[in-house]
């Protein structure tokens, strides 16, 4: 089988990208954040503290002929930015892009943090990274992809993000329509769960490119491009007035400059991420100064390739015996 499902930035600043998902019998439709960097699918649910819930749809499993309670399972998945949230364990029938995993495990919230609290356009996240990741207990359990993946003509689901409007996920094929040029692949470190790869280096605006080895992770459920201290301060150096700010965490210049395009390799190949890509956001509503959309990663410990990157390529999660991604420009 294969299936395709639309993917739309939940916002103006492409801060997320959902995907509806079907739970239980009859249907219960929660808009998911599709997210590479982790490996547990939860939801905002009835179980849910209910201060907690601010105007997410949720997943009743009383209310699904299909659900079943995993005795003595429960999570608690904690991200990179400190958001956290925490449950117990159901399996249910999951339905995405057409494609069903008749016994998908769902993670239940029973708590969420403020951050997944007060954005009421995502219901829960579907991991899609390595079952290493997964945090239920005792044991973990299944990626949606583990439960599909035997069944797909082709081990893989592709990206096809883009700014401001509708992409899609496709599961089971590589739609050729939707890239130019041909894919390069290029091998995935499965350790410790992430979709990690070395990118071939990057060029700034018209300045030759830097060969060098940069590891990082493809990740769609981060917003932004995080990269090393070299290369970002290398970046907003080409950006008249630009600063890394304390009182906004990072590099923040005026709305209206001209921001260069970023260019990372991959393999022999390169995907050019348009300047206009990297002026994230402003600050605060209505402010003049913008936030960047390529910040540093060394608080983080490692590099993510994030919407972004993400958005200005076409990608292939490949999870074939010998994992592997594909990248092509579009
Ligand atoms: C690792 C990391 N550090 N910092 C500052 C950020 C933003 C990250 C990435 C991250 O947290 N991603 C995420 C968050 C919630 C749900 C899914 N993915």
Redesign the pocket.
Known sequence: TSGSVATSPIDSSDDAYSIPVSIGTPAQVLNL?L?T??SDLWVFSSLTTASEVNGQNIYTPSKSSTSKLVSGATWKVK???E?TSSGVVYTDKVTVGGITASSQAVEVAKTVSASFTSNSDIDG?IGMGFDSLNSAKPSAVPTFFDNIIGNLDSPVFTADLKHNKAGSYDFGVIDSSKYTGSLTYVAVDTDPGYWKFTSSGYGIGSAAFKSTSVVGIA?T????L?LDTAIVKAYYATVSGASNSATYGGWVFKCSATLPNFVFGVGSAKITIPGSYINYSPVTTGSSTCFGGLQDST??G?N?F?DVALKAAFVVFDGSDTPRLGWASK
């Open positions: 954040d997210d960097g982790s991200y990179g930015d958001s996240l990740d459920g981060t917003t932004l995080y608080d983080i490692i993510i994030g």
